[in-house]
């Protein structure tokens, strides 16, 4: 990721940010093993992302990332241009109570103020 001009963050060497493309908006990447999120409000640099990684290694893009590190990502775009994201760990967690033998007949569900 250095050698494409991003940099770091200091407390969390997995997260990179960096201007690939002078006057446009950064772009923000997380990285786990071999798995890599990225996004960037400029579709020019999130395009200019996947051509220079491309040069470096053979990558599959996958199109708008929906889950990452068992977290599911809901976005929801705003007539004022804002988009919101939701994060949950549903998915993740059906999944471990299935392999724990549990269905959704033997369990209930509680609502909580959070």
């Known amino acids: 990721m250095k050698s494409i001009g991003l940099s770091s963050a200091a407390k969390s060497p997995c997260l990179f940010v960096g201007t690939l493309i002078d006057e446009e908006a950064p772009i923000y990447i997380g990285i786990y093993v071999d798995d890599i999120i990225y996004f960037s409000p400029s579709d020019k640099v999130e395009q200019k992302f996947e051509e220079l990684l491309s040069t470096i290694d053979s990558v599959d893009f996958m199109g708008q990332g929906t889950h990452f590190l068992h977290i599911e990502f809901m976005c929801h775009h705003h007539q004022d241009g ?5 994060l949950t760990q549903q998915s993740f967690m059906e999944m471990f109570l299935e392999n724990l033998g549990f269905s959704s007949n033997t369990t209930s569900t509680f609502t909580t103020p959070y």
């Open 82 to 86: 804002n988009v919101g994201v939701n």
